[in-house]
């Protein structure tokens, strides 16, 4: 059933990112979203979206060049704008990425490492990639346990790493348990790709619309 809303929901456009999957499946949900790499659309966005496809210092280094990390700043930290991270967006949230020298958006408290395997689990070939389970931590209103086997399509070779168990909403387990949802106030990062993930990905968008 479509969602009855006037909500905005602004893409973020950094040059990253499945920008125009993401836009189709909140549209089939009956929403209307912008993809905009205009800083002051963000400081109107009534929610955000941050995708994102490749590497930490690369899209981090974009934020900046494109005025974009000020903005989000004030529009996520200072005014409490709901925002959801997708992927490479997620981990931009933390403070710091194995993968390269920037330091990240620092709103989650963790940073981002390799997929390190030992003994049998070597086997496990990286990227992360294909469908996955996830295990639901805590109650949330951008989760739910209504629907049984909740899977999530994943694309990745590093995965957060948190300081503070409490902001990790989900897990997910390849060769090792790793936070797949993290949370902080009006802050939510997933490591999978709802866009790709069918009714699950509808349905956690869903949830991000109406409930975060």
Same mark, same amino acid.
């Given at each position: 059933?479509?969602?009855? #809303?006037? #909500?905005?929901?602004?893409?973020?456009?950094?040059?990253?990112?499945?920008?125009? $999957?993401? &836009?189709?499946?909140?549209? %089939?949900?009956?929403?209307?979203?912008?993809?905009?790499?205009?800083?002051?659309?963000?400081?109107?966005?009534?929610?955000?979206?941050?995708?994102?496809?490749?590497?930490?210092?690369?899209?981090?280094?974009?934020?900046?060049? %494109?005025?974009?990390?000020?903005?989000?700043?004030?529009?996520?930290?200072?005014?409490?704008?709901?925002?959801?991270?997708?992927?490479?967006?997620?981990?931009?949230?933390?403070?710091?990425?194995?993968?390269?020298?920037?330091?990240?958006?620092?709103?989650?408290?963790?940073?981002?490492?390799?997929? $390190?395997? $030992?003994?049998?689990?070597? %086997?496990?070939?990286?990227?992360?990639?294909?469908?996955?389970?996830?295990?639901?931590?805590?109650?949330?209103?951008?989760?739910?346990?209504?629907?049984?086997?909740?899977?999530?399509?994943?694309?990745?070779?590093?995965?957060?790493?948190?300081?503070?168990?409490?902001?990790?909403? &989900?897990?997910?387990?390849?060769?090792?348990?790793?936070?797949?949802?993290?949370?902080?106030?009006?802050?939510?990062?997933?490591?999978?790709?709802?866009? %790709?993930?069918?009714?699950?990905?509808?349905?956690?968008?869903?949830?991000?619309?109406?409930?975060?």
């Amino acid at each position: 059933m479509p969602i009855i #809303t006037t #909500t905005m929901i602004v893409i973020v456009d950094y040059g990253m990112g499945n920008l125009g $999957s993401i &836009a189709n499946m909140i549209h %089939k949900l009956g929403c209307k979203s912008l993809i905009t790499a205009d800083p002051q659309a963000i400081m109107s966005a009534d929610k955000l979206i941050l995708p994102g496809v490749g590497a930490f210092d690369h899209g981090m280094n974009n934020l900046h060049q %494109k005025g974009l990390a000020a903005a989000l700043n004030t529009r996520v930290v200072e005014q409490k704008t709901p925002i959801l991270g997708i992927c490479l967006g997620m981990q931009l949230m933390g403070k710091s990425s194995e993968e390269g020298i920037e330091k990240g958006l620092g709103w989650i408290d963790g940073g981002c490492i390799k997929f $390190s395997f $030992s003994g049998d689990d070597m %086997k496990l070939r990286i990227p992360h990639m294909g469908w996955n389970t996830v295990n639901i931590k805590k109650e949330n209103p951008l989760l739910d346990n209504e629907l049984e086997d909740t899977r999530y399509y994943f694309v990745h070779s590093y995965h957060m790493q948190c300081n503070d168990p409490a902001q990790v909403l &989900a897990t997910a387990v390849y060769g090792y348990e790793f936070p797949c949802v993290v949370w902080k106030d009006n802050i939510y990062g997933a490591q999978f790709h709802p866009e %790709k993930s069918h009714k699950f990905g509808m349905r956690l968008l869903t949830h991000f619309i109406e409930n975060c």
